[in-house]
């Protein structure tokens, strides 16, 4: 099950990627992107879901934190074990939080341009938390489960 819900929170990230980028083209060409919008923030939200379970039941997260000796002492002293544990979780908690503020202003009526900055701060901190597989010792296939 760990492995299916893995792929699916992976998976998501193209989709969050994609629809978060139209966002902000569609906003930038002063199009209506209210349907781009909420398809961001229903994948955001589902990814976080996943993302939590994987962090508090699967072996990168929570766990590692728990049954690491010396717990996150530790586990903050080792680049791969940090990132997983704290700077992953972290960075994408914020995107989304950002995410879900720059919909509902857009939505209630506020300027595009407070929108797309929300967004572009977003999709940095996405870039800079996935785990890209060029990253050493954190990388992740570009679509897990296909190849």
């Known amino acids: ?5 893995l792929h699916l929170h992976n998976l ?3 989709v969050i990627l994609i629809t978060l980028i139209w966002s902000i083209a569609k906003l930038l060409t002063k ?7 909420k398809i961001l923030l229903i994948s955001a939200h589902t990814t976080l879901v996943l993302g939590l379970y994987q962090y508090f039941f699967g072996p990168v997260g929570f766990q ?3 049954q690491t000796p010396g717990g996150m002492k530790e586990v903050m002293k080792d680049a791969a074990g940090r990132f997983w544990a704290v700077e992953h979780i972290t960075s994408m908690i914020l995107a989304i ?3 879900t503020i720059g919909h509902i202003k857009y939505k209630k009526g506020g300027k595009p341009g407070t929108t797309t900055v929300l967004y ?3 999709l ?10 060029f990253r050493a010792g954190i990388g992740r296939p570009w679509f897990p489960g296909l190849g």
């Not at 099950?1 to 819900?5: A, I, K, R």
């Not at 940095?124 to 597989?133: D, H, Y």
């Open 1 to 5: 099950m760990n492995t299916g819900l």
């Open 12 to 14: 998501l990230r193209w």
């Open 31 to 37: 199009q209506d992107a209210l349907k781009t919008s």
């Open 64 to 66: 590692l934190v728990s």
């Open 97 to 99: 939080v950002l995410i």
């Open 120 to 122: 572009l701060i977003a």
């Open 124 to 133: 940095l901190l996405i870039l800079s938390a996935i785990p890209w597989p």
